[in-house]
């Protein structure tokens, strides 16, 4: 879930309750769609602290409709099987000691 403007349309990620591009209070709760496109990619072999257990692991930047984006740890591929414009679906998981974090996996089929 996240945030989008009522008088210009922008989405608001994080969530704010003013506008920050046009000043409008006019803010309602959108769903972010779960199948996106990758717009950028790596695979991370020195990891920050409370990610050690994971790497090596691959990081994307995905983009969904509407602009939004997104980075998260690829599950259940290798970096061989990317590519930019690749759709993937989000998912969230709670494997870290850093807390939650966005997942993402290749969307066989989805559109």
């Known amino acids: 879930m996240t945030a989008k403007c009522g008088k210009c349309n922008r989405i608001l ?4 309750p003013v506008c920050p591009y ?3 209070r006019e803010i309602s709760w959108i769903e972010i769609p779960r ?3 990758i717009v950028s990619y790596t ?4 990891p920050p ?3 050690e257990k994971l790497a090596p692991y691959i ?3 995905v983009e969904f409709e509407g602009g939004v984006k997104l980075p998260g740890v690829v599950k259940d591929a290798k970096i ?3 590519k930019i414009g690749l759709n993937v679906l989000l998912d969230f998981s709670s494997d870290s000691p850093s807390g939650y974090f966005f997942t993402i996996t290749p969307a066989l089929g989805a559109a």
């Open 13 to 16: 990620l994080p969530p704010k």
């Open 22 to 24: 046009c000043g409008s």
């Open 35 to 37: 199948v996106g496109r």
């Open 43 to 46: 695979e991370i072999h020195v």
């Open 49 to 51: 602290r409370g990610f």
């Open 59 to 61: 990081v994307a930047l």
């Open 80 to 82: 061989s099987d990317l």
